[in-house]
């Protein structure tokens, strides 16, 4: 397979398969007045407990601007909250509240019953294979990433 060819493939099911995460997601997360995005959010803070800003965008791979504006939107739904650190009052972590949390354990409760409603007929080994696939797809796209600041670096400093 040619390099276009193959960059095209990814692309075209990256997009495919965040198109059918949000449709398939989208009716639970709706009805909680949330987007994706959001759902993601509260998700790592569960997963994590707290968060700054930038580090919370990092995890999820976005923008720290459209983060913070995505918390002060969940911090007004009365999702999350933002509590400055006594020591330095620029540094301002991020966590959830308890109905952020009580959110976050119904949508995950929900997500796991449609899941596993859909995954029931299928055998082990294609669940295996799929993450196997992931996998591969990730440790070549972080290798490109790897080689590709290499050559920026060298950029940089001739």
Do not use: W
């Given at each position: 397979m040619e390099a276009s060819e193959f960059k095209n493939v990814i692309f075209d099911y990256t997009r495919k398969i965040n198109e059918s995460l949000n449709s398939a997601f989208n009716?639970?997360?709706?009805?909680?007045?949330?987007?994706?995005?959001?759902?993601?959010?509260?998700?790592?803070?569960?997963?994590?407990?707290s968060h700054t800003i930038g580090s919370l965008a990092d995890s999820i791979c976005a923008a720290g601007a459209n983060i913070?504006?995505?918390?002060?939107?969940?911090?007004?739904?009365?999702f999350i909250e933002r509590i400055r650190n006594r020591k330095d009052e620029?540094?301002?972590?991020?966590v959830l509240t308890?109905?952020?949390?009580?959110?976050?354990?119904e949508i995950n409760g929900l997500f796991n019953e449609i899941i596993t409603e859909y995954l029931k007929d299928e055998p082990e080994?294609?669940?295996?294979?799929?993450?196997?696939?992931?996998?591969?797809?990730?440790?070549?796209?972080?290798?490109?990433?790897?080689?590709?600041?290499?050559?920026?670096?060298?950029?940089?400093?001739?």
């Open positions: 009716p639970v997360i709706e009805n909680r007045g949330l987007t994706m995005m959001q759902t993601r959010i509260l998700m790592e803070l569960y997963r994590s407990e913070s504006a995505m918390c002060k939107k969940l911090e007004g739904q009365g620029r540094v301002v972590r991020v308890r109905l952020g949390k009580e959110t976050v354990l080994e294609t669940f295996e294979e799929i993450i196997l696939g992931l996998k591969k797809l990730n440790e070549l796209l972080t290798r490109i990433n790897s080689l590709k600041q290499g050559e920026d670096k060298n950029e940089r400093t001739e």
